[in-house]
């Protein structure tokens, strides 16, 4: 009730359509064991450029998206893929904090528009 006593307003709601959502993304979630901490950023990174480059990227690398959230992975990453252009391996654009608003608009209608297999982006 409300202060006068007249009426109650009252919000009904249903069941949640979020549990109907079935995902047609394939996901990929791998552990990497590591003793010390100081090792992580360069094991995570070895781990990418022996395992997930040569499997998940090279036979099947058409739109995939490659989100790196430390700025400083992402910036080892970008660069190990640019070598991999430059040799003619892959087509990949990028977006990250800094990138401009017109480059964040280009690079994602490339990737789209499948002009560009790959798209790494991060926070």
Known sequence: ???YGKFKIQRD??????????????????????????????????????TIYPTHMLNSHKGILLFVPSYLDYVRVRNFLRKKRKEGEISFTQCCEYTPVPHVNRARAYFLQERRDIMLYTE
């Not at 090792?39 to 070895?46: G, I, P, Q, S, V």
């Open 13 to 50: 709601y249903g069941p949640g359509s979020i549990v109907n959502v079935v995902p047609c993304v394939r996901q990929f979630f791998q552990r990497i064991e590591c003793d010390k901490i100081e090792d992580l950023a360069d094991l995570r990174f070895k781990y990418f450029e022996t």
């Open 1 to 3: 009730m409300n202060q």
